[in-house]
Every structure is written in C-alpha cells, then in structure tokens.
C-alpha cells in the first residue's frame, strides 16, 4: 500500500483520531479506517459499499464520471478493437502483453484442457430437462471440486496455476453443455483446432447429423463479447469471489459462488430481462408507456440494462456493443431488426428525458448485448452463462490477487443491529 503523508481527522465527541489517506494511481484517495474500531470503538456504516474500497488491486480500474475502463492500463475500447480474448486473459493474469510465444504457450495450455472429465456428463443428466443453464453452471462448477482434487490446495502455487487454467478452459464447455442438456440435443466435445470463441460457437450449435461451419466473423463478435465482459473490478460477482476466497474456499467453489452471484437480475441477469423487456415492449409506439412506468415510483418496473453503480456518464462497454450489434446484423443480413430499433428508439428517448438525466442513466453493456446474442441464435436463458464464462478470467484474476496479497484477512463485515437487546427466554404455554 502507499505511503502517504496525508492523514483525515476524525472527532467524536471531545476525542479526535487521525486516520491515515492514501492515494492510488488513479481515482479517488482512501481512508484507511482499519483501526478505527480498536481505538475509537466506533463502526463505519456503509450498505452497499458505496463509498468503502475492499482491497488493493492492479488489475482493473474504472472511473465512472469520464466512462473510463482499464485492464492494467490499457483502455477497453483499444483492447477489443486490436485485441482478443485469450490475450486480454494472459494480461488480466499476469499483468503485461503476452509476446508471441508466451501467448502461443499460453493458448496451446487452454486447449489443452478445454475437455471436461467423462463422469462430468452425469452430473449434467441430474438436472432437470427444463434446468436455467445458470442453475446447471452453478452446480457443475462447484462440482468441479470433486473431479479435481489435484488444484484444490490453494496453498500451493502450481495448483492454483492449474485450476485458473481449467476453469478459463473449461467454462465454455460446461456452459454449452448445459445448453445442449436444456434442449435435449447430445453434448458436442471441444475441437482444440478451433479458437476459443469458434469452439465455443461449435460446441453450442453443432450437431452429430451435419457439418457446421462457424462463420469468422461471428467468432470475432462473440469473442468480443467476452472480451467487453472479462472483467470490472470489485462489482458483487468478483466481490463474492473474494469473500468466499478468504475463508481458504478452494477456487471451483468460489467460482461457483461468484456465478450464483452473476445471476441475478440487476447484475448479469440483466441481460436476459433486457431483450425480455424488449420483447415485451415490442414496438417504438409502446415506448413512452415503458418510460412512464420506470419513472413512476409506485411501480417496481425498471429499465433493464440501463444504470450502474459506477458509471455515470456513459458505459464505454455499451458503446463498443452498440456498434457490434449493427456489424453483427448487418453481416446476418437482419435489415430493420424490430428489437434494434425499439432499443435504439428506447436509448433516444430515455437520454432525452430529464428523470434518467438526473439521475445519471445511461444505457449499460447489457442493453446491445442480447440483440446480438439473440441474432447470433442464442435463447436468452444463455445470456448470462456467456456473460458468466467470460467474467470467469476476472473472477480468477481477482483471486490469485488476493491470495498473494500479504494483508488478506477472512472477509468480516460488522453491522447497525437494530434488533432487541437482551431477554429472557419464554415457555411456550406463557407466550
Ligand atoms: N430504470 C429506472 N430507474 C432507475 C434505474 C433504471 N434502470 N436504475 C436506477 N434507477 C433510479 C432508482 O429508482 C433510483 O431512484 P431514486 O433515487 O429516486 O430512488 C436512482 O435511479 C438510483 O438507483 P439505485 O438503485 O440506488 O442505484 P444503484 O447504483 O444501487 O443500482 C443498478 C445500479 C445497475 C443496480 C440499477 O441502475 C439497475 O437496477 N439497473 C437495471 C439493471 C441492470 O441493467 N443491471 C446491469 C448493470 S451493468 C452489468 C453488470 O454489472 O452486471
């Protein structure tokens, strides 16, 4: 951590404590308030860690105000231009570029596992035919613990190497196979002559009966997609990972975890509930109703794939996607796409109107995706298992980071208890 010679004075009462501020490389300073309770006796109060920084990091950083997102440095916009995904996961990694061979190596590794144990396909045929793909991912990847036991130590360097391996190998296995299950169609095995995105694209969309040929420029679609979702810092997936983490969780079940988190709807469930919302709406007359009804307090109804945390000018994500849904469509010949145009429609008049101005609304990386995903052939319940196999790199980043981080503690939040103070017990015939 950095030294520093500023320090915040806090006073309660008649007592003043100073606590020490560092600043990072780039963001907002920090006040370290670890002491704190030890020698004021007091708690901070934070729900939602709005303004609480969780760890140190070098891997990502986000500055919300100007639409900035870096994966150690480089800006997302140059990477999923110039770059692709497995490389984006060798720099999210290990923190530089790869040089020609050490990506070369490192492809040939992933490859080389992308196979998921045979017995794997039991465990798959437990689930009910009609299972989410998320509720099978969740299952499967836990279950990768008992398949694997030879990377579950995490306190040895090499296991840990394999299991980041595996999983990042592995996931887009477990996520088409889980779509395959859930459409009653046999699992298609990777093919390690194909790149990462176009074996992925294989696996899902082949079939025993018939050749399938996946298109090049598809391939690169998806495998921007991955790269827009490869990581974001300490957002509640990657949080989760970490606090898992930090019990000695092996890493299969942390993952697990971080995928249970991903689920839901106002985080990588946003995806589906977005083009679900969009169906729904269905046609440009219908918007202002839709508008009408996420400004209206009373009613629970938000914009999907619009806001976020952080963000609060625009979502640099969401501008790339926007521009691969056109690349996308255009190339599948789909001319005057209804839900594109009711998005578009949609994104023009919510940025107009002055409740989601105010409240600094901007459409998200969800809100183009599932137009593409959906273009490309995917149902929607695949949305967040893509958005999940390709948060998995982050997710593991994160967490070889933090376990080689000296100050690491287990995760132990405190809280305002606001329930009764002591009583005494009550028999049951006297309540
Ligand atoms: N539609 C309408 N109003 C909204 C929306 C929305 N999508 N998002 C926030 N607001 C309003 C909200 O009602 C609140 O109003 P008020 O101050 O009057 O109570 C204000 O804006 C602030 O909202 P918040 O819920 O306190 O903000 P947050 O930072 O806790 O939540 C969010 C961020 C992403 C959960 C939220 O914007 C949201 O639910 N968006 C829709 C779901 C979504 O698209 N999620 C994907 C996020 S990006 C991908 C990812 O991280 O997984």
Redesign the pocket.
């Known amino acids: 951590m950095a030294d520093t010679a500023k320090t915040a004075t806090l006073t309660i009462g008649d007592q003043s404590f100073d606590l020490p501020i560092y600043s990072p490389t780039a963001g907002p300073d920090v006040i370290d308030i670890r002491k704190l309770y030890a020698q004021a006796g007091v708690f901070t109060y934070d729900p939602?860690f709005t303004s609480t920084a969780s760890c140190d990091s070098t891997i990502t950083f986000i500055d919300g105000d100007e639409g900035i997102l870096t994966h150690r440095g480089y800006p997302i916009g140059q990477l999923a231009g110039k770059s692709h995904y497995l490389e984006v996961c060798y720099l999210l990694l290990y923190g530089e570029l790869p040089t020609a061979a050490e990506l070369e190596t490192f492809e040939g590794t992933i490859t080389r596992h992308t196979m998921l144990h045979e017995q794997m396909q039991y465990f798959f045929r437990g689930f009910r035919r009609d299972a989410h793909p998320m509720a099978t991912m969740v299952g499967v990847v836990g279950a990768m613990s008992a398949f694997y036991h030879d990377s579950t130590d995490i306190a040895d360097p090499r296991q840990r190497e394999i299991a980041s391996h595996r999983l990042i190998a592995k996931m887009p296995t477990i996520a088409a196979w889980a779509y395959k299950y859930s459409i009653g169609q046999p699992f298609v095995y990777p093919r390690n002559d194909l790149d990462y995105a176009s074996n992925f694209l294989h696996m899902c969309f082949s079939v025993p009966a018939e050749p399938y040929h996946v298109d090049p420029i598809l391939a690169r679609a998806m495998d921007r997609i991955f790269t827009l979702h490869a990581d974001?810092e300490q957002?509640a997936s990657t949080s989760t990972v970490r606090l898992a983490s930090s019990s000695g969780a092996n890493p299969f079940a942390c993952i697990a975890a971080g995928i249970a988190c991903l689920w839901g709807?106002?985080?990588?469930g946003?995806n589906q509930a977005?083009l679900e919302m969009l169906k729904e709406i269905g046609s440009v007359d219908r918007i202002p109703e839709y508008i009408a009804r996420?400004k209206d307090?009373n009613d629970p109804f938000?914009?999907?794939?619009?806001?976020?945390?952080v963000y609060k000018n625009f979502d640099p994500r969401a501008t790339v996607m926007k521009q691969s849904a056109d690349e996308v469509l255009d190339l599948l010949g789909v001319e005057d796409n209804p839900l594109l145009q009711v998005a578009k429609e949609l994104e023009r008049i919510a940025l107009a109107d002055e409740y989601f101005a105010e409240?600094k609304?901007f459409p998200?990386?969800?809100f183009y995706s599932g137009i593409i995903l959906e273009a490309m052939g995917f149902p929607t319940s695949m949305f967040t298992p893509i958005f999940a196999l390709s948060r998995t790199v982050g997710w593991i980043s994160q967490w070889k980071e933090q376990l080689a981080d000296p100050q690491m503690k287990i995760g132990r939040p405190r809280q305002l208890y606001q329930g009764n103070t002591t009583r005494d017990y009550v028999d049951i015939e006297n309540r």
């Open positions: 939602g974001h957002n709807p106002a985080h990588g946003a977005c996420a307090k938000r914009l999907m794939g619009f806001g976020h945390r409240k609304l998200n990386v969800d």
